[in-house]
T-cell receptor, first 114, second 113 residues
C-alpha cells in the first residue's frame, strides 16, 4: 500500500529558482492538501483541493501555486523560491476533508532555500 | 484569528507513568478534534479523534476528553512505553468546515527508561 507519496525527499534551491513538489495518492481520496511545518509552529495549510479541477487557498498561500488535473496528483509549485520558504512540506489526502475525517500524510519534503 | 494552544511544549515522563497533553481552542463552532503523532522523519499519523457530541473516547492506552464549555480537550496516554516517544499535535476543525483544521504547535513527549 503506497498511500501518499511525495517526491523529492530533500531539495536545495537557490533564491529565485522555481520547482515543483510532487504528491500522489492511490486511495481515491477526493480531498488533498499541502502543509508546511516550521519549528514551534505546528502545521500551516498552504492550499487544498476538494476534487479534480477544484483548488482553494489555505492560511499561507503566497508564493505557491497548485493544480489538480487528476484525483491522484496534487503538485505544489514554488514560483520564485525565497529563504522564508525553507521548511518541511507535507502533502495529505482524506476521503472527504481533514476537518472531519482522518488525514493521511506523505513522508515530507525538506526544502532549503539558500 | 482562531487558534489552538497546546501545552506543554515538552513533556518528559518515566516509562510506565501516564502522560497528559492539553489543548485549548477559541472557535466555539469547532466540532472535530483529532490528535496526531509524528515520529522523527515521518508525516503525522492520526491516533485518536473526538467529535463535539462526545465527552470522552478511549482506544487501549490512549484516551481523549473534551470539555465544550471550557473549550479544551486533552490526550491521556497510560502505561507509557518507549515507542510513545514522538511529537503529538492536537487540532480543531475551523468552525464546522470539513476542509480545514487549526493545529496546535506540538508537544515533544520523551519517555525515560
Amino acid at each position: 500500500n503506497a498511500g501518499v507519496t511525495q517526491t523529492p525527499k530533500f531539495q536545495v534551491l537557490k533564491t529565485g529558482q522555481s520547482m515543483t513538489l510532487q504528491c500522489a495518492q492511490d486511495m481515491n481520496h477526493e480531498y488533498m492538501s499541502w502543509y508546511r511545518q516550521d519549528p514551534g509552529m505546528g502545521l500551516r495549510l498552504i492550499h487544498y483541493s476538494v476534487g479534480a479541477g477544484i483548488t482553494d487557498q489555505g492560511e499561507v498561500p503566497n508564493g505557491y501555486n497548485v493544480s489538480r488535473s487528476t484525483t491522484e496528483d496534487f503538485p505544489l509549485r514554488l514560483l520564485s523560491a525565497a529563504p522564508s520558504q525553507t521548511s518541511v512540506y507535507f502533502c495529505a489526502s482524506s476521503p472527504t476533508g481533514t476537518g472531519n475525517t482522518e488525514a493521511f500524510f506523505g513522508q515530507g519534503t525538506r526544502l532549503t532555500v539558500v | 484569528g482562531e487558534n489552538v494552544e497546546q501545552h506543554p511544549s515538552t513533556l518528559s515522563v518515566q516509562e510506565g507513568d501516564s502522560a497528559v497533553i492539553k489543548c485549548t481552542y477559541s472557535d466555539s463552532a469547532s466540532n472535530y478534534f483529532p490528535w496526531y503523532k509524528q515520529e522523527l522523519g515521518k508525516g503525522p499519523q492520526l491516533i485518536i479523534d473526538i467529535r463535539s457530541n462526545v465527552g470522552e473516547k478511549k482506544d487501549q492506552r490512549i484516551a481523549v476528553t473534551l470539555n465544550k464549555t471550557a473549550k479544551h480537550f486533552s490526550l491521556h496516554i497510560t502505561e507509557t512505553q518507549p515507542e510513545d516517544s514522538a511529537v503529538y499535535f492536537c487540532a480543531a476543525s475551523m468552525g464546522d468546515s470539513n476542509y480545514q483544521l487549526i493545529w496546535g504547535a506540538g508537544t515533544k513527549l520523551i519517555i525515560k527508561p
